[in-house]
């Protein structure tokens, strides 16, 4: 089996943060700490997802597309994230990055 590029999930996991965060420290968008920010874009250096280390008001300049989702579902189960986790990786093996936001159903 062919081993994934890392995604920015693969940087939520290491630090225990959500993606939407990772997200925002990647684009020097407002609502993560200096220093969270600093955590993002080291764990990106060492786990490979950043090729060239680019920090300023730019953000980052990268071949990578991303795209998002809006995922509604009756109930948290992690049946759901599973799957969606995994086609997140599949999708990083061709450069994209799915930034998903789980609705929960009322």
Do not use: C
């Not at 290491?14 to 993606?19: F, T």
């Not at 990647?26 to 993560?32: A, Q, R, T």
């Not at 986790?85 to 994209?96: N, T, W």
């Amino acid at each position: 089996m062919e081993k994934h590029k890392p995604i920015m999930q693969d940087i939520a996991d290491a630090l225990s943060v959500s993606r939407i965060s990772v997200w925002k420290a990647l684009n020097n968008k407002s609502g993560v700490s200096d220093e969270l920010r600093d955590q993002v874009f080291e764990k990106a250096k060492e786990i490979g997802y950043l090729k060239r280390f680019e920090h300023g008001t730019e953000g980052i300049k990268s071949e990578t597309r991303t795209i998002a989702a809006v995922v509604s579902r009756p109930e948290s189960s992690m049946f759901w994230t599973q799957i969606i986790h995994q086609i997140a990786k599949e999708l990083s093996l061709q450069r994209i990055n799915l930034m998903y936001y789980l609705h929960p159903k009322k």
